[in-house]
């Protein structure tokens, strides 16, 4: 680790030790409340939109360095890591990869300075790793310089939409076929928080993992948008989909990892006091084994993870990195908040201990991003 990623790592682990252990894990998780406190907080460290360009309000930060952040958050507290990222990268990416001077000149630095939070609107009910099947579209109306976009259809698991104010938008071209080419991306911004506008409606979905960072439904009626919100061209919608998803994966890996150190640590720490038959728990193979095993495998996943970074920092193609690091990391996240709750028995399975929200954070990390069956999918189509 070289000393900039040294003091990176430095900053978010004092962060979450300090401030995610004490406000956010574990009251307001139990609770599912979103944690006023953190946007501002990570404004003020630079977290928000560190991988900007300094110009746009950032640190011009590379992707080692958001990955190490994102795992010390994941760490602490996984609900504050993804509000994060699907700000920071699900929405600011794209707009920094294809959006134009306009555009990011616009975004990047509210993002950045915590005074718009973003979110990323592509998974649909009948679509979800299957992009090209989303069914929410947009037609142009209007004549000549007056063209609008007029946007109808529903999305769902949307990360922060209801406390969101910046939005990239996923949509099909009406009346086209079902092509890559037929998709469209746009950013739009709302004036007030949660997308409040007429013609959108925005419903959390309860669920039991990640509480405090809440998944959405978003349905547009007929929602207006001018042809400056198109983010790229008419027809590079499905790629601003992949590109966004491919650089995702490395933050989700990221974001595993940090779960599984944190089960892992909790698993040894736990059997470290607990005595059995005479003899601490951690003594024993039966427990001791499964745990070594599990941390020869997360720390494979980090640098399966830390690999996947700099291959996409080089400027090579790293969609098959990506999708080894997600692959690896959110398994081995899943197995090691299994183990443990065998470790903690009884206890693993109640409200008190941290073993089944661990496991259900777990268990999200498998699945968005695209599920470890798209991962070996991806990871098949680049065999020689």
């Known amino acids: 680790m070289s000393e900039e990623h040294q003091m990176i790592y430095e900053m978010a682990d ?6 995610l252990l004490g406000e956010g894990y574990p009251n307001l998780e139990r609770i599912g409340k979103y944690p006023e406190f953190l946007i501002p907080r990570l404004a003020e460290l630079g977290i928000l939109g560190m991988s900007f360009p300094e110009e746009y309000g950032g640190m011009g930060a590379d992707t080692v360095s958001t990955s190490i952040v994102a795992e010390r958050l994941a760490y602490y507290w ?20 294809f959006g134009n001077e306009e555009q990011k000149k616009r975004y990047l630095p509210r993002i950045a300075k915590g005074d718009a939070l973003g979110c990323y609107a592509l998974t649909e009910s009948g679509a979800g790793s299957d992009a090209a099947s989303i069914g929410t579209t947009a037609e142009l109306v209007g004549r000549k310089s007056k063209n609008m976009w007029k946007i109808s259809g529903s999305k769902v698991f949307i990360t922060n939409a209801n406390e969101a104010s910046v939005c990239i938008l996923i949509a099909r071209r009406k009346h086209s076929v079902k092509s890559h080419k037929d998709i469209t991306a746009f950013v739009f911004e709302t004036e007030n928080r949660g997308l409040q506008n007429p013609a ?13 960072s809440h998944f959405c439904e978003i349905t547009f009626n007929e929602f207006l948008l001018r042809e400056g919100n198109m983010l790229g061209d008419m027809e590079s919608g499905f790629k601003v989909a992949m590109e966004t998803l491919n650089n995702g994966r490395i933050n989700i890996a990221a974001q595993a990892v940090g779960i599984a150190r944190r089960a892992i640590h909790e698993a040894v720490s736990y059997a470290g006091q607990r005595e059995v038959f005479g003899e601490k728990l951690i003594k024993k193979q039966a427990r001791a084994f499964p745990l070594a095993e599990i941390s020869a495998e997360t720390e494979a996943a ?14 090579q193609d790293y969609k098959s990195e990506a999708a080894m690091a997600k692959l690896t990391a959110t398994e081995a996240a899943l197995r090691a908040s299994t183990e443990l709750i065998r470790t903690l028995g009884g206890l693993g399975v109640t409200e008190e201990s941290i073993g089944m929200q661990l496991h259900h954070d777990a268990l999200a990390a498998v699945i968005y991003e695209g599920t470890s069956d798209i991962q070996k999918m991806l990871i098949a189509k680049n065999f020689k």
């Open 14 to 19: 004092d962060f979450g030790k300090k401030e």
């Open 78 to 97: 996984a609900s504050a890591q993804l509000i994060w990222t699907a700000s920071h990268g699900l929405a600011g990416f794209p707009i920094m990869t």
């Open 200 to 212: 959108i409606s925005v419903r959390e979905i309860p669920k039991h993992s990640l509480r405090s």
């Open 302 to 315: 980090w640098h399966l993870t830390v690999h996947a970074s700099r291959v996409k920092d080089s400027g």
